[in-house]
């Protein structure tokens, strides 16, 4: 699949490090939805929806890169293809979703909540929430942001335009 100019679409893939049975697994089907679609999965390279996600994305032949935290690349998930070591510490969420022409955030975090909001900041879009944060003001009217999806299909048919 080729986005603008040709290039492969890279999706990030959010989502707490230590998460659900459910998340994982949505997260797993996202990962390998998008590889299946040939779009590069970026995520954090850790644990959780990010191994989860770099899970399902490997196990159908799609290329993962993880943008790392940290500095020591053994801590990352046996399942990415290359890693970016940042040093950056949660930092790096600005690079991860900024490299990212979709982000899909399944679950939800602290540092969930920053990649989709640095996202929508920024104007990266797609942005699609899945099974985490809805956003209200003080009047519970929801905020326009991401977009909602219910299960890991409509979560990826979003991300991808279709």
Not at 50 to 78: P, Y
Request: glycine content about 16%; proline content about 4%.
């Amino acid at each position: 699949m080729s986005w603008q100019s040709g290039q492969v679409i890279q999706v990030a893939v959010c989502g707490p490090a230590v998460c659900t049975v459910a998340e994982s697994a949505a997260a797993r089907e996202v990962g390998a939805l998008l590889a299946r679609a040939g779009a590069v999965v970026l995520c954090g390279g850790y644990g959780g929806v990010m191994d989860a996600a770099a899970e399902g994305a490997s196990h159908e032949g799609g290329l993962v890169v993880g943008i790392l935290s940290g500095t020591d690349r053994s801590e990352a998930s046996s399942h990415l293809a290359a890693t970016v070591v940042t040093g950056m510490g949660q930092a790096r969420n600005s690079i991860l979703v900024g490299s990212a022409d979709a982000v899909i955030a399944v679950g939800g975090s602290w540092g969930t909540l920053s990649e989709i909001a640095i996202a929508l900041r920024r104007g990266i879009g797609p942005v699609i929430s899945l099974g985490g944060w809805h956003i209200t003001d003080a009047q519970n009217r929801p905020v326009p942001g991401p977009g909602l999806a219910h299960t890991p299909q409509q979560a990826v048919r979003l991300a991808l335009g279709r």
